[in-house]
């Protein structure tokens, strides 16, 4: 069984569209995250929620907004994209106090047209 | 502002090498220092972790040396093998305000045959 999924693996969109990215975690952990991988392969942190509440925000703008509908899924809806969007975005799970690590997802590449 | 530093930005070790990566951070809240291996087209998966009460752990073939004076900490993997090949990232977080992790820059490993 998959740990956390991503859906999509792959998207490809013109700038100005609205698309969304899902994710779901089966572990029972109670923190979720987003974050992007540039094209350096630089990990930052978007957003973080821990049962349902919105507990990290970065300096994200405000096109992008995660929806956490339960603690077990998280997604993050992209509005009017632009060309800098383009990145892998990668949910993560984690129980927090526990010093356990994230458990991330495969990833949705995003590329922006 | 970056505060976990890891260097090389990229190393190449002949198989049977030892490879050394290094990390530096500076806050010293930090409490959980993991290090995490991601293959092309996968996200990032939980390699070793330390806490700053231990100088060392070991698991097979990799170890984590760390330093609290210096506030750096390393991983070495002996008897390194092309399937080592990957990007390395070190991380840090504090464990009582959150499980929060910020990720160093990352080290892509190439191990030669």
């Known amino acids: 069984d998959t740990a956390v999924s991503q859906t999509p693996k792959y998207l490809v969109t013109q700038m100005g569209n609205d698309k969304s990215i899902k994710c779901e975690q089966n572990l029972g952990h109670d923190t979720m995250y987003w974050y992007k991988q540039d094209s350096k392969k630089f990990l930052k942190i978007m957003f973080s929620?821990?049962?349902?509440?919105?507990?990290i925000n970065e300096t994200v703008p405000n096109r992008f907004s995660p929806k956490s509908p339960d603690k077990a899924h998280l997604n993050l809806h992209i509005n009017s994209l632009e060309l800098g969007d383009s990145a892998v975005y990668f949910c993560?799970?984690?129980?927090?106090?526990?010093?356990?690590?994230?458990?991330f997802g495969s990833g949705t590449r995003l590329t922006v047209v | 502002q970056q505060q976990v530093k890891q260097s090389p930005q990229s190393l190449i070790v002949q198989k049977g090498g030892i490879s050394i990566i290094n990390c530096a951070y500076e806050n010293t809240a930090f409490d959980y220092f993991p290090w995490y291996q991601q293959f092309p087209g996968k996200g990032p998966a939980l390699l070793i972790a330390i806490r700053p009460d231990v100088s060392e752990k070991k698991e097979g073939r990799f170890t984590i040396s760390f330093n609290k004076s210096a506030k750096q900490f390393s991983l070495h993997i002996m008897d390194s093998q092309p399937g080592d090949s990957a990007t390395y990232f070190c991380?840090?977080?504090?464990?009582?305000?959150?499980?929060?992790?910020?990720f160093g820059e990352g080290t892509q490993l190439t191990v030669n045959p």
């Open positions: 929620y821990n049962n349902k509440e919105l507990i």
């Open positions: 991380a840090a977080s504090i464990t009582t305000s959150g499980s929060r992790l910020t």
């Open positions: 993560a799970s984690s129980q927090v106090g526990a010093g356990y690590g994230y458990t």
